[in-house]
């Protein structure tokens, strides 16, 4: 038999917890992102925001459905979105440590 979350039930608070403090945190991420060579990769700034947005809706879907095809598509948007994030970023910094003669 398949458990459902309910109102009364510890563990929907606890989701509604854990999506409040990633929402909470979003705003203050991003910022720090958007400063960082994140934004002045390859995705520029409106791509970045849109692969943050990306991890943090798949964050959220993830922590509300148990079910495996979410969980797939979850996992598969946070990675993706994350790769981009960090191509852009690599993207930024590459050869920002060499040595200029």
């Known amino acids: 038999m398949e458990r459902r979350d309910s109102k009364g039930n ?8 854990l999506t409040v403090a990633i929402l909470l945190m979003v ?6 992102l958007s400063g ?11 791509g970045s925001l ?5 991890c943090v809706i798949s964050l959220i879907v993830l922590i509300w ?6 969980l797939w598509v979850g996992c598969l948007f946070f990675v993706l979105g994350a790769g981009f994030m960090v191509a852009s970023y690599l993207d930024a910094t590459r050869g920002l440590g060499q040595k200029v003669s």
């Open 10 to 17: 510890g563990g929907f608070f606890i989701k509604v917890a």
């Open 65 to 70: 459905k148990r079910d495996k095809r979410f």
């Open 27 to 32: 705003f203050p991420a991003f910022l720090l």
């Open 36 to 46: 960082a060579p994140v934004s002045f990769g390859f995705l520029g700034f409106d």
């Open 50 to 54: 849109v692969a943050f947005a990306t």
